[in-house]
């Protein structure tokens, strides 16, 4: 498992833990029922507090992507192609808003934000 966390992020350090996590699980770089770090030796290679890696496994387990065995540690849930999709509905929304949001403040009407868009996903598919 590879994390890697920015001090200079304002994303707090547990929701970077959490997404970077969430995103190795949806990408199969961390399997269904593999166990994760334990949540001390977490804290200790990330060199951060013990409470910030518990609140992380924490989220990831009420969001469903984890779940904690009493005495043993954290496992990936077997993966939810629903909940995945639910969640990328979010992240969209949210990504969207954010977009509106500027081009609102830079007066970039509708027509030029779906030039925009179209241009971004020629050179996507051309990569």
């Known amino acids: 498992m590879n994390i890697i ?3 200079t992020s304002k ?3 547990y929701e970077q833990i959490k997404e970077q996590i969430k995103e190795q699980i ?3 770089q961390i399997l269904e029922n593999e166990q994760l770090p334990s ?3 977490l804290a200790k290679d990330l060199k951060i507090s013990v409470i910030t890696t518990t609140r992380a496994y924490n989220e990831l387990e009420n969001e469903g ?3 904690s065995v009493a005495g043993k540690g954290f496992y990936v849930m077997p993966t939810n192609k ?3 999709k639910e969640q990328a509905y979010k992240s969209i929304e949210e990504h969207y808003l ?3 949001r500027l081009s609102n403040l830079a007066q970039i009407d509708k027509k030029e934000l779906q030039n925009i868009f179209e241009i971004i996903e020629r ?3 051309n990569e």
């Open 26 to 28: 949806i990408n199969n």
């Open 11 to 13: 994303v707090p350090i």
């Open 82 to 84: 629903d909940l995945i």
């Open 5 to 7: 966390i920015s001090n």
């Open 65 to 67: 992507f984890v779940t």
């Open 98 to 100: 954010e977009i509106l």
């Open 39 to 41: 949540i001390r030796q």
């Open 123 to 125: 050179e996507s598919t």
